[in-house]
């Protein structure tokens, strides 16, 4: 079930606050889906959904490897009957700003994020949400 990124209902909302691994797909360069867990923050407000991880990562390089304008990507999670897809456009962000927000956010769901100085957050620029929770 599609849902307008702008007018998400409370239990959607809720659902993306609830503590949940989810998967981020990539495309590899030679087309190939590159899926892996991943911890995901989604800022309703801004439509950014972000993932940190280490500049090195491949998830990482596959989003550099599509340029500037970046790489389509889609993060998923399921809780039973309930689950949530966001799509949009990624890119690698590397200013500390941006990755100590995209930590801020994640130790707000999760934990409080290893120390990494190699680290740099995926932001999506959300424009398709899909689900039902």
């Known amino acids: 079930m599609a849902h307008d ?3 998400l209902d409370d239990a959607f909302l809720a659902f993306w606050q609830e503590r949940h691994i989810s998967t981020l797909s990539t495309r ?10 991943v911890g995901v923050t989604f800022e ?3 439509g950014i959904a972000r993932v940190i991880s280490s500049r090195t990562s491949r998830k990482v390089r596959n ?3 599509a340029g500037a304008a970046g790489q389509r990507v889609a993060v998923c999670q399921v809780d039973r009957a309930r689950w949530s897809t966001l799509e949009g456009v990624a890119v690698v962000r ?3 700003a941006a990755v100590a927000e995209a930590e801020r956010r994640y130790a707000e769901r999760y934990r ?5 100085p190699d680290r740099v957050v995926i932001e999506i620029t959300v424009d398709r949400v899909l689900g039902r929770a």
């Open 94 to 96: 590397d200013e500390p």
């Open 5 to 7: 990124p702008r007018a």
């Open 28 to 37: 590899r360069p030679d087309g190939s889906p590159h899926v892996v867990p």
């Open 112 to 116: 409080e994020p290893r120390v990494n």
């Open 63 to 65: 989003v550099l490897d």
């Open 44 to 46: 309703p407000e801004t």
